[in-house]
């Protein structure tokens, strides 16, 4: 067969190929949790403060 033949039998096999991959994982998008604050940023901005409690 001529090069032309197999060259365009080649981009064919190619192109099935392709259509048969799947796509690729989406990211993840999401917000990383909060960080905890360190000992040292506690003393330097003050601790937070607590969380309410129950009311009655």
């Keep these: 067969m001529s090069p032309v033949i197999h060259l365009s039998l080649a ?3 190619m192109l099935a190929v392709a259509a048969c991959s ?3 994982a989406a990211p993840d998008l999401s ?4 960080r905890r604050l360190d000992a040292k940023t506690q003393l330097e901005y003050g601790a937070p403060p607590p969380p309410p409690g129950p009311r009655y």
């Design 11 to 13: 981009g064919l096999l």
């Design 22 to 24: 799947t796509a690729p």
């Design 31 to 34: 917000a990383p949790p909060p």
